[in-house]
């Protein structure tokens, strides 16, 4: 062990810093985080599509949500599927596995003959997608620096903004002169671009220090990290997670651990939130509802592009301040105005408001405020805390679990949105996902700990000696023990607060 550690130190002491380490780390979570703007496309551009596609095969209200809801059956397999793949073959051949699906899901929709084949297109379509929210998260926060840890995985949810934003803005302009076919092929594009660059860019380092050596990991970070004495601390950190895995903590066996559970608990429950609130459904179905309450297709549309710009720039902004402001006080602050604004969408909904009338133009108002808290909130920090509590052995397997919840809550409110409609009336539905973003607000304030700032390491040594729990004062989140040298035992550093340099 002790040749290990000298091998390591060798490593370290011999490594050519790279000077570009800064731009090949951004470049590393921005061409990876494009998957999250196929994603974004992808599922997006059955808004403005979806008028087309029902046109073209007359399907019934049942039929719209299969099409719509088929992409998120997918998405859910794909989520739990590439977990394996991750762990055995690494984070970032799984990303070029993903955007090869991407690259043959689209096309294969594209050329749909008829509505079945288009369904069943747009499952294995939705394995990519599923698949990226599974990996693409957990590459870039196994590459980030604590200190950047949530502005880069946040990269992801700004890319799905303007995957969301494209999607609506080619239904907008484009749905005439195109037609829905080359709406939905075009995204190959992207997908197949960035299947290339993962040849160029560098291999998670927590990966292949559990796969490939300590010596192997060292040269991994030297591309990412500017700092020897950074990479020295990291590496030692990334050294005592490797050599102190316990072989019943890998994988599904890991997560049934007591000491794992708050996490798990965390993780799942702000999943579920994430997309049980009724923000996917906006996206998806704006134009549906808009044009039920009176809109014409052009004021549908839109708005809708509209929502998808708000989307933009507030994941955009919470990207930017997500490590400044904090997960949890983020997610507090957000919340409730995401009630609030359902509430005020309900109550112009069972109003019926005239075209044209003030009441109809409260609609949009209420409808863009919901998407500024909303998706300026929780939106945020849903991927990014499945990507950042879970311990190495179990992390495959778990951030794909919570993928998984993810895709599974989008999947239930998209496939029932338009018969909640019908059961409650539009109106009711808003109420109902406002009692959901309440639940949200309290589960967090619960629930959730403050994450900022803390290495991942941090969070797993905070989970085993029980600290892993919510402070409502803020001061201290996560314990930061601070790791001098091999020889300071991790349980007896000093905590500083969260914000503060890792």
């Not at 990991?217 to 050294?239: C, D, F, N, P």
């Not at 708005?303 to 006080?329: K, N």
């Not at 406002?434 to 967090?444: C, D, I, K, P, Q």
């Amino acid at each position: 062990m002790q040749t290990e550690r000298n091998k390591t130190l060798d490593a370290v002491k011999n490594l050519e810093i790279s000077p570009r380490a800064h731009y090949v780390l951004w470049i590393a979570a921005f061409v990876s985080a494009i998957c999250g703007g196929l994603y974004g496309y992808d599922t997006g551009i059955i808004s403005g599509a979806l008028l087309l596609i029902t046109k073209d095969f007359h399907l019934t209200s049942v039929q719209e949500e299969m099409v719509t809801s088929a992409i998120l059956v997918g998405a859910v397999i794909g989520a739990v599927g590439v977990s394996w793949f991750s762990e055995r073959y690494g984070r970032r051949i799984s990303v070029m596995l993903v955007t090869a699906v991407f690259v043959l899901g689209a096309v294969a929709c594209s050329y749909a003959s008829s509505v079945t084949m288009l369904v069943i297109d747009r499952v294995f379509l939705g394995f990519a997608v599923g698949g990226s929210t599974q990996v693409v998260p957990t590459y870039i926060s196994e590459l980030a620096p604590a200190a950047k840890r949530g502005n880069l995985v946040t990269l992801f949810n700004v890319a799905i903004g303007i995957g969301i934003f494209m999607a609506n803005l080619v239904g907008f302009t484009m749905r005439d002169a195109w037609g829905w076919r080359p709406m939905v092929a075009i995204a190959a594009i992207p997908a197949a671009v960035v299947f290339v660059s993962m040849f160029f860019l560098p291999k998670s380092p927590r990966w292949v220090a559990e796969n490939e050596g300590m010596v192997s990991a060292v040269k991994q970070l030297g591309r990412v990290r500017t700092s020897r004495k950074v990479i020295q601390r990291e590496i030692t950190e990334i050294r005592k997670n490797v050599l102190g895995m316990d072989e019943d903590e890998r994988g599904w066996k890991g997560l049934r651990l007591p000491w794992v559970r708050p996490a798990l608990v965390a993780a799942l429950g702000i999943a579920f939130f994430t997309q049980a609130g009724g923000l996917e459904m906006m996206i998806y179905y704006t134009p549906t509802f808009l044009s039920d309450a009176g809109f014409n297709s052009s004021s549908a549309l839109l708005t809708s592009l509209g929502v998808a710009m708000v989307y933009l720039v507030m994941t955009l902004l919470g990207c930017l301040f997500v490590d400044r402001i904090g997960r949890r006080r983020l997610v507090l602050i957000m919340g409730p105005g995401s009630v609030l604004s359902l509430i005020g969408l309900g109550v112009m909904f069972a109003l019926h408001p005239d075209k044209g009338s003030v009441g109809s133009w409260m609609i949009v108002a209420f409808l863009l405020l919901f998407m500024v808290f909303n998706s300026g909130g929780i939106q945020v920090v849903g991927w990014l805390l499945g990507a950042e509590l879970f311990p190495l052995p179990m992390r495959a397997v778990a951030t794909s679990l919570h993928a998984a919840v993810l895709w599974g809550a989008d999947l239930l409110v998209t496939a029932t949105a338009l018969s909640l409609v019908q059961l409650v009336s539009l109106g009711g539905t808003m109420w109902i996902y406002a009692g959901v973003n309440l639940a949200s607000v309290v589960f967090v304030y619960f629930c959730v700990p403050e994450t900022s700032g803390a290495t991942l390491e941090d969070i797993e040594m905070a989970l085993r000696e029980g600290e892993f729990v919510p402070k409502a004062e803020n001061n201290y989140a996560i314990p930061q023990y601070t790791v001098e040298d091999e020889a300071t035992p991790a349980s007896t550093a000093t905590p500083v607060p969260a914000g503060s340099a890792a």
